[in-house]
T-cell receptor
Framework: DSGVTQTPKHLITATGQRVTLRCSPRSGDLSVYWYQQSLDQGLQFLIQYYNGEERAKGNILERFSAQQFPDLHSELNLSSLELGDSALYFC?????????????????FGPGTRLLVL | KNQVEQSPQSLIILEGKNCTLQ??????????LRWYKQDTGRGPVSLTIMTFSENTKSNGRYTATLDADTKQSSLHITASQLSDSASYICVVSGRGGSYIPTFGRGTSLIVHP
């Protein structure tokens, strides 16, 4: 158990809908990262938040947005869903924000949310 | 474009045998390279993290090596166990404008009894 929790574990929805994925980081971790893992693309970094502020952006679509709240939990919002958005969505956390700048901090991944868009 | 290529794509070995997984990257300037183990349907778990100045790092039966000159890394698994069956993912981060991590597609390892 990494200490990172994600809800829900599974989500089935229809095209055009909007969903919200939730993540609680490990106790004491200030950074949250979101990743998408699909069969054809592998793991892709979406976005990072540190202590409530956006710190880095990867391949995140404009239909997707995220935020980190004062209690440090984070939500990833996916809207106007398409079939191709079906994937595993992982949240990860680390102590601070320096991982993306080459810092040696270990990143801990949650169990993921499996999204199926029909 | 930054790329991370892993080989082989899949590997089947017998329990107790050793194996080596390869990772080649083009990310530049280089910052760090990480190896993750991902069990099916679960989140990746960090195995090793290496920066530019490190050329080997061990974590139990896992040993990673890094040659920053040739932009190659390997993950050696010693005395494999059934629980080693998983996908092993190489991730490379650069510095400056290349800090977004680039993920390899992974090597799927199956350990048979």
């Amino acid at each position: 158990d990494s200490g990172v929790t994600q809800t829900p574990k599974h989500l089935i929805t229809a095209t055009g809908q909007r969903v919200t994925l939730r993540c609680s980081p490990r106790s004491g971790d200030l950074s949250v990262y979101w990743y998408q893992q699909s069969l054809d693309q592998g793991l892709q970094f979406l976005i990072q938040y540190y202590n409530g502020e956006e710190r880095a952006k990867g391949n995140i679509l404009e239909r997707f947005s995220a935020q980190q709240f004062p209690d440090l939990h984070s939500e990833l919002n996916l809207s106007s869903l398409e079939l191709g958005d079906s994937a595993l969505y992982f949240c990860a956390s680390s102590v601070d924000s320096t991982m993306l700048a080459g810092g040696p901090q270990t990143q801990y991944f949650g169990p993921g949310t499996r999204l199926l868009v029909l | 474009k930054n790329q991370v290529e892993q080989s082989p794509q899949s590997l089947i070995i017998l329990e107790g045998k050793n194996c080596t997984l390869q990772c080649n990257y083009t990310v530049s300037p280089f910052s760090n390279l990480r190896w993750y183990k991902q069990d099916t349907g679960r989140g990746p778990v960090s195995l090793t993290i290496m920066t530019f100045s490190e050329n080997t790092k061990s974590n139990g039966r896992y040993t990673a090596t890094l040659d920053a000159d040739t932009k190659q890394s390997s993950l050696h698994i010693t005395a494999s166990q059934l629980s080693d069956s998983a996908s092993y993912i190489c991730v490379v981060s650069g510095r400056g404008g290349s800090y977004i991590p680039t993920f390899g597609r992974g090597t799927s390892l199956i350990v048979h009894p």
